[in-house]
């Protein structure tokens, strides 16, 4: 677990207990706990997101494409279906129609009562069949079956009142269709070949001097499982269409994740590379700054003390000789030791300035910037608003640095006679801001010291900016700037006490 307050990349756990039970008079039992951490990187987090809108567009699509393709296919079967029967309708009618003509010279001449005109013209409706179910039917209007070749065991019955398998009037609904005049009635009757209930249609037609409903009727089985043929055609297109769909959308996402973990693999290895090189600058740093601290104890501090100790030595031997000289080496070496003191408080104070944290960021630049125009010679110019200590230590100590950093560069490389350095807050955060009138930067060329860019990455860590400009006329302009994040909220205690201070200084 993190400390309070940090964040942790989403994770996932699987705990692995493996326990392994010594026998019943052992008191030892032993218990092995693993956890796996599975971690979700940035890339990964973006590959997913990538991921499901493509698989919800995908989703989107195919079922879009299948409703239309089902609508149009729908549509267009049933088109054929209504084609298929209006051509089964159209020969029906012609059937009966040829029928009517090949015995309507009889019927047309013969009495309501001829008995004997009925029996000749119910003798050729018995002989006209045709196909394997085809047949022609009469029935009286009072339901009884006159003509029924294939089904000669109904002629002489009544079947009013009979009804098919889904309970649809059968004899009655012909009667009443041959009265009216003419029309065509769909029910399920068994097909004479097989004895299987199939759906027929049937168009009837009248007699009306007899009384009699002739008609004729074709199964429609055939048109049926044509339809059901095409739907199920139209069913495996459109699951080929989602196998298509999907194969597609498998090979996309398949490119996504490839993709992914291509940027995240280059990323990873660009980030392995640049803290490897940041690694390689920290080190460098540290050597750089042992090095400093290295050469200004060797420099100072270390020939002070040898001084000392000569100071010493001659005081000691003059001691032992009696001679009343021996007091100036002990003064010498006492003021020496005074010197070692000032050396080590400098050092101290460069490394990590007390003044810093006691009084704030102004009053420390405004000492370093003494110092440095006392140590050098340089004129230097130092200027701030009233800037209370409202900035946040890693602000105070990346604006410090930054000044550090920039006076040094000018002691040592830019031939400076002047500097001017000024600090101020304002509504967009502080703003640090130094200027010499040195070489500046060779022009056309960006910088490149390690000096420089720790300044840069001291500003991008606060999430601030360090503008690198030429001055006017001649030098170098170096603007750092904090954000408001940084600024701490005015403290109530110290404008009490600076209204007290400023009501007894106009008393």
């Excluded at 971690?39 to 989703?59: D, E, G, N, R």
Aim: charged share 25%; net charge neutral.
């Amino acid at each position: 677990m993190g400390r309070t307050g940090e964040s942790s990349p989403p994770h996932f756990i699987i705990q692995v207990r493996l326990v392994f039970d010594q026998p019943a008079d052992s008191a030892y039992r032993i218990k092995m706990t693993r956890r796996f951490r599975f971690h979700i990187a940035y890339a990964q987090k973006l590959t997913l997101l990538a991921s499901v809108p493509l698989i919800v567009a995908v989703a989107a699509i195919a079922l879009v494409v299948a409703a239309q393709s089902r609508a149009l296919a729908e549509r267009e079967i049933n088109a054929l279906e209504a084609q298929l029967i209006e051509a089964k309708k159209a020969e029906l009618r012609n059937y009966v129609t040829q029928a009517r003509n090949g015995f309507y010279f009889i019927y047309g001449s013969a009495a309501p009562d001829d008995k004997e005109a009925k029996q000749r013209v119910a003798q050729i409706l018995s002989a006209m069949i045709y196909g394997e179910e085809g047949q022609f039917f009469v029935y009286y209007y009072d339901g009884t079956a006159i003509v029924s070749p294939r089904e000669t065991e109904r002629i002489g019955s009544n079947f009013r009142g009979e009804r098919d398998e889904s309970g649809t009037l059968v004899v009655d609904r012909l009667i009443q269709i041959a009265r009216d005049g003419a029309g065509y009635h769909t029910y399920t009757w068994p097909k004479p070949s097989t004895g299987e209930p199939a759906q027929k249609i049937a168009y009837v037609t009248s007699f009306p001097s007899w009384r009699w409903a002739v008609g004729t009727g074709v199964f429609i089985d055939d048109v049926l499982a044509t339809v059901a043929s095409s739907r199920a055609d139209v069913e495996a297109r459109v699951q080929r269409t989602f196998i298509y769909i999907g194969v597609i959308a498998l090979i996309a996402l398949l490119i996504v994740f490839a993709t992914g973990m291509g940027l995240n693999l280059r990323e990873r290895r660009l980030a392995d590379a640049k803290l490897k090189k940041l690694t390689q600058r920290v080190f460098d740093a540290q050597e750089e700054e042992r090095g400093r601290v290295a050469r200004e104890l060797h420099d100072g501090i270390s020939q002070i003390l040898v001084g000392v100790r000569y100071a010493l030595d001659n005081a000691r031997r003059k001691l032992d000789r009696g001679d009343p000289e021996a007091g100036a080496p002990l003064a010498k070496g006492i003021a020496s030791l005074g010197e070692a003191i000032t050396e080590v408080r400098r050092i101290s104070r460069d490394l990590r300035p007390g003044i810093l944290d006691d009084l704030g960021l102004g009053p420390a630049v405004r000492m370093l910037a003494e110092e440095f125009g006392a140590r050098t010679g340089i004129e230097i110019n130092y200027s701030t608003a009233v800037f209370r200590n409202r900035l946040d230590n890693d602000a105070k100590i990346a604006l410090y640095r930054i000044a550090q950093e920039a006076l040094t560069n000018i002691e040592r490389h830019s031939g400076a006679t002047h500097v001017s350095i000024d600090l101020r807050g304002h509504r967009h955060g502080a703003t640090l801001r130094i200027t010499d009138n040195g070489c500046g930067l060779p022009a056309g060329e960006s910088p490149q010291g390690l000096g420089l860019r720790n300044m840069q990455e001291r500003m991008e860590q606060l999430g601030g900016r360090l503008i690198m400009r030429p001055a006017d006329g001649k030098g170098l302009d170096i603007e750092a700037v904090a954000p408001l994040t940084h600024m701490l909220p005015p403290d109530p205690a110290s404008s009490d006490t600076a209204k007290s201070d400023t009501g007894k200084a106009a008393a």
